[in-house]
């Protein structure tokens, strides 16, 4: 591997394992532990940059509108302070399609809503929670019809099986937050703002009374997992191509996550299957390289990954190394491999985020 400047690791989808490592105390991944704890370690933030220049854009946007990882996939590139130009579920179907999407797109991510004390909290259906392919299938035509009634078509992700895509006949005006911070706050704060916010809203209640009474729940319900009970609806947004920000030039780029094939479409560019490992990763342009990594396991994370990133950290390798890991952002530069007297840090050390 013969890398140079820059490089940043996302995995998206590694947010559960960090969780049950915190949760437990795990302590057995060292690599990520001595990296954490001899770079610089703090919370991703909702993307107030991108908020403020859509507001001089006269772009409707909101901080938390993107997931976390795609917030810092935009800084990584240098685009961090344009977020409102590349909604979700549209840049989304330009990745899966392969070509710009025309329209109005949006999410439409299946929670669980828990009644507490004070008031409703969302959480994700992930790991014996996720949604079955055969559960989605079930659920699918009678969301479907009752999304037709207000004029939205519900289309399946090819690469996906945990949510959809909407596409509306209008676009319509309203802010959202994405699941990943909607879940981190309470959920009246974290409802959709906007012109057309009240429609949004009332058609998520009317496929809250729909859902409730679905059969798929008993099913769900008797293999233990939670019931889907919510549709959450996010990530709305229009491509506008002609105001798209420039860009002389981007990282390479290696993955194969919609989203940043997407954005990459955009600029006219092309986005290479991630290698195995690290080890595997050619050589960047000098503008640096991102990877985003489909694993949801830390045992691969931190040997395929982490282990040979650390190791390139030399005079002629990485000079600096960006880890996106959940809600987190870990910086390590050359000079850590040296910082001896920092002492490594396992997640659940790592801020409450």
């Known amino acids: 591997m013969s890398l140079s400047r820059s490089l940043t690791l996302?995995?998206?989808?590694?947010?559960?394992?960090?969780?049950?490592?915190?949760?437990?105390?795990?302590?057995?991944?060292?690599?990520?532990?001595?990296?954490?704890?001899?770079?610089?370690?703090?919370?991703?933030?909702?993307?107030g940059t991108g908020h403020e220049a859509s507001?001089?854009?006269?772009?409707?946007?909101?901080?938390?509108?993107?997931?976390?990882?795609?917030?810092?996939?935009?800084?990584?590139?240098?685009?961090g302070g344009a977020a409102a130009h590349f909604p979700s579920a549209a840049l989304i179907r330009t990745g899966e399609l392969g070509e710009p999407a025309a329209g109005f797109w949006m999410h439409a991510q299946p929670l669980y809503f828990a009644a507490g004390m004070?008031?409703?909290?969302?959480?994700?259906?992930?790991?014996?929670?996720?949604?079955?392919p055969a559960e989605r299938a079930a659920l699918m035509p009678s969301l479907a019809a009752h999304l037709q009634s207000s004029d939205f078509e519900l289309l399946g992700r090819q690469e996906s099986d945990s949510e959809w895509l909407v596409r509306g006949a209008h676009a319509w005006q309203f802010m959202s937050v994405s699941p990943e911070h909607a879940v981190s706050m309470p959920?009246?704060?974290?409802?959709?703002?906007?012109?057309?916010?009240?429609?949004?809203?009332?058609?998520?209640?009317?496929?809250?009374?729909?859902?409730?009474?679905?059969?798929?729940?008993?099913?769900?319900?008797a293999r233990g997992a939670l019931p889907v009970n919510a549709l959450?609806?996010?990530?709305e947004g229009v491509l506008d191509l002609d105001s798209l920000p420039r860009r002389t030039a981007l990282p390479l780029a290696f993955g194969r996550d919609a989203y940043l094939?997407?954005?990459?479409?955009?600029?006219?560019?092309?986005?290479?299957p991630a290698p195995m490992d690290a080890a595997s990763l050619p050589a960047p342009s000098?503008?640096?390289?991102?990877?985003?990594?489909?694993?949801?396991?830390?045992?691969?994370?931190?040997?395929?990954?982490?282990?040979?990133?650390?190791?390139?950290?030399?005079?002629?390798?990485?000079?600096?190394?960006?880890?996106?890991?959940d809600r987190w952002r870990i910086l390590v530069g050359r000079g850590a491999r040296h910082a001896l007297w920092r002492r490594p840090l396992a997640a659940e050390q790592w801020p409450t985020c």
């Not at 390289?289 to 005079?315: F, G, I, K, R, Y």
Request: aromatic share 4%.
């Open 187 to 221: 959920l009246d704060e974290a409802m959709p703002q906007g012109r057309d916010a009240a429609m949004l809203r009332r058609l998520m209640t009317e496929l809250q009374m729909l859902l409730h009474e679905h059969p798929v729940n008993a099913q769900r319900q």
């Open 232 to 235: 959450w609806l996010h990530g």
């Open 55 to 79: 507001r001089q854009a006269c772009r409707p946007f909101r901080p938390g509108a993107l997931a976390p990882w795609q917030s810092a996939l935009l800084e990584a590139v240098g685009l």
């Open 261 to 272: 094939r997407g954005l990459y479409r955009l600029y006219g560019l092309t986005v290479a």
């Open 286 to 325: 000098k503008a640096g390289a991102v990877v985003v990594v489909d694993t949801d396991d830390l045992d691969t994370l931190e040997s395929a990954w982490l282990a040979p990133l650390a190791a390139a950290l030399v005079p002629g390798g990485i000079s600096r190394l960006e880890l996106v890991l």
């Open 10 to 47: 996302i995995a998206p989808r590694i947010g559960p394992a960090l969780a049950r490592a915190r949760e437990q105390r795990q302590v057995r991944w060292r690599q990520l532990a001595l990296l954490a704890g001899r770079g610089s370690i703090r919370c991703l933030e909702a993307d």
């Open 118 to 132: 004070q008031h409703l909290s969302a959480m994700l259906l992930c790991e014996h929670n996720r949604l079955l």
